[in-house]
């Protein structure tokens, strides 16, 4: 952790509680929280706390790609699938079901939780994955105007359209 001059003032490494020091994903929360994805789990460092760590260590989720804390819940999206729990809960993350396998993002766009699989685009409602496109894997969500958005695919581009509040499939953009 560095200052705004960029001077050191905290290093946090497996000396210091990390499960490993190989980071895929940070998210800092409104708690003065950081949530390290990493190689084998995940970790939390509470910045402002003598505790610094909670990590899930001995936890079958797998790899972290991404994490997401929307409408009070916590999701952790790794390469076995979807898990979340309540954010404020000290309970176990739970799976959410049709989400096994890889989990590539996990945006916000337009108060909509979208998840990128390795089997397409999920719109996620509290428990429960809402298929927007199967097919090849999402891995990157990009607005283009409160309507409209792209998203990145194993194949190439896709257009999504908001209707009814809900994001749909409109096409594969050809010859990209």
């Given at each position: 952790i560095l200052s705004p001059e960029g001077e050191l003032v905290q290093h946090i490494a497996t000396d210091?509680?990390?499960?490993?020091?190989?980071?895929?994903?940070?998210?800092?929360?409104?708690k003065n929280g950081l949530w390290l994805g990493l190689d084998n789990g995940l970790s939390y460092v509470h910045l402002d706390s003598p505790k610094q760590f909670y990590s899930l260590e001995r936890s079958s989720i797998g790899t972290?790609?991404?994490?997401?804390?929307?409408?009070?819940?916590?999701?952790?999206?790794?390469?076995?699938?979807?898990?979340?729990?309540?954010?404020?809960?000290?309970g176990p993350l739970r799976p959410i079901a049709g989400l096994d396998g890889q989990v590539w993002t996990l945006q916000v766009v337009n108060?909509?939780?979208?998840?990128?699989?390795?089997?397409?685009?999920?719109?996620?409602?509290?428990?429960?994955?809402?298929?927007?496109?199967?097919?090849?894997g999402v891995?990157?969500?990009?607005?283009l105007n409160k309507n409209q958005l792209l998203a990145?695919?194993?194949?190439?581009?896709?257009?999504?359209?908001?209707?009814?509040?809900s994001w749909k499939h409109v096409s594969h953009i050809q010859n990209f």
């Open positions: 210091e509680g990390l499960l490993n020091n190989t980071v895929l994903a940070a998210f800092a929360d409104d972290v790609y991404a994490t997401q804390i929307f409408n009070g819940n916590l999701y952790i999206g790794t390469n076995q699938g979807l898990y979340f729990k309540p954010e404020k809960s000290q108060d909509v939780l979208l998840c990128g699989h390795d089997k397409g685009a999920y719109e996620i409602e509290g428990t429960l994955a809402e298929p927007l496109y199967n097919g090849t891995w990157l969500f990009r607005e990145g695919s194993y194949s190439g581009l896709h257009l999504f359209k908001k209707s009814l509040g």
